[in-house]
């Protein structure tokens, strides 16, 4: 779901500023920073190179790697008490005042301090990842886009913010109020009782948040969605034939159908050179066209099965 949290924190911050009346590209603009804020939380991944890397040399066993590797993605640097204080802590940078920023440094330095306190080691040095790559984001916004100190501070909440509801679908729930001992999302939320079902529920989320992004890009751009959609679409429903061929995938077993049915967008987009503005747009548009007709396709197929 990574590209999906940083679309839909992309969606959700261009059309927000939009409302209030900010120009198109500037909106743009706020939206594309909001969708590096919800990439953030995902640095968390940093653990698996340096742990194999470890493990290479015999100093840690395939099962306490894998151990901690479960614990540590999806876990506090998902946190909505995390990401606020982080948001905090980039707003603060962004002032340019001395004391403001040892402020956040400061912030900072705790949200690693809590973090080794709770998880151990590990966990600390992923959060210290997080909060660098988030003050990162925020001097870049800043110093770049020339974006204040306090629209900086939303657009990093909401980016922050919807990126572990994302996860509730996929995977475990995140731990949404590390450090405290209280649960909002005990399990799953299940979409279908079937677990195929429940796949085929959760990808068509995630294309719908796709579909949102492209929407707004179009929107805010000055295109007319429909008259980005090349016939070539169509070839999707071929994609109904692999109901039959391929094993009905799980969220434990889905890489055959993922990367299948990704495939169908590469095959339906249009070929050919990008020889005006709006044609890599097309592209893009009518792939993920092939895509959804594809998806829809095949679960239609299983239905029938």
Request: proline letters at 11%.
């Given at each position: 779901m990574f590209i999906g949290h940083a679309l839909l924190a992309f969606a959700l911050v261009a059309l927000g500023a939009r409302r209030l009346d900010v120009r198109p590209e500037r909106a743009l603009q706020l939206g594309a920073v909001a969708g590096l804020f919800a990439a953030v939380p995902d640095v968390d991944v940093v653990y698996a190179p340096v742990g194999l890397l470890v493990q290479s040399v015999g100093t840690l066993s395939p099962d306490v790697f894998w151990e901690t590797a479960n614990v540590v993605h999806r876990g506090p640097t998902h946190s909505l008490v995390m990401g606020a204080v982080l948001a905090l802590a980039v707003a603060l940078w962004a002032t340019e005042n001395q004391q403001w920023r040892a402020l956040s440094l400061a912030l900072v330095g705790s949200l690693a301090a809590v973090a080794t306190l709770v998880s151990g080691v590990v966990g600390g040095a992923v959060v210290l990842v997080f909060a660098v790559a988030g003050l990162g984001v925020g001097a870049f916004a800043a110093?770049?886009?020339?974006?204040?100190?306090?629209?900086?501070?939303?657009?990093?909440?909401?980016?922050?913010?919807?990126?572990?509801?994302?996860?509730?679908?996929?995977?475990?729930?995140?731990?949404?109020?590390?450090?405290?001992?209280?649960?909002?999302?005990?399990?799953?939320?299940?979409?279908?009782?079937?677990?195929?079902?429940?796949?085929?529920?959760?990808?068509?989320?995630?294309?719908?948040?796709?579909?949102?992004?492209?929407?707004?890009?179009?929107?805010?751009?000055?295109?007319?969605?429909?008259?980005?959609?090349?016939?070539?679409?169509?070839?999707?429903?071929?994609?109904?034939?692999?109901?039959?061929?391929?094993?009905?995938?799980?969220?434990?077993?889905?890489?055959?159908?993922?990367?299948?049915?990704?495939?169908?967008?590469?095959?339906?987009?249009?070929?050919?050179?990008?020889?005006?503005?709006?044609d890599w747009l097309e592209t893009v548009v009518t792939g993920l066209a092939a895509v959804t007709v594809a998806a829809v396709a095949y679960a239609l197929a299983y239905g029938v099965l």
């Open positions: 110093d770049r886009l020339e974006i204040a100190p306090q629209p900086l501070f939303a657009v990093a909440a909401v980016g922050l913010f919807s990126h572990p509801f994302g996860d509730v679908f996929t995977g475990g729930p995140p731990p949404f109020l590390y450090p405290f001992d209280a649960t909002l999302v005990a399990e799953r939320v299940l979409l279908h009782p079937d677990p195929t079902g429940h796949l085929l529920a959760a990808f068509a989320v995630e294309l719908g948040t796709v579909w949102l992004a492209v929407w707004t890009f179009a929107r805010l751009s000055g295109y007319q969605l429909p008259a980005l959609v090349h016939p070539r679409a169509a070839l999707g429903a071929g994609y109904a034939a692999a109901a039959l061929l391929l094993p009905a995938p799980t969220l434990e077993q889905s890489a055959h159908f993922v990367f299948s049915v990704l495939a169908i967008g590469v095959v339906g987009a249009p070929v050919r050179p990008f020889r005006h503005g709006v």
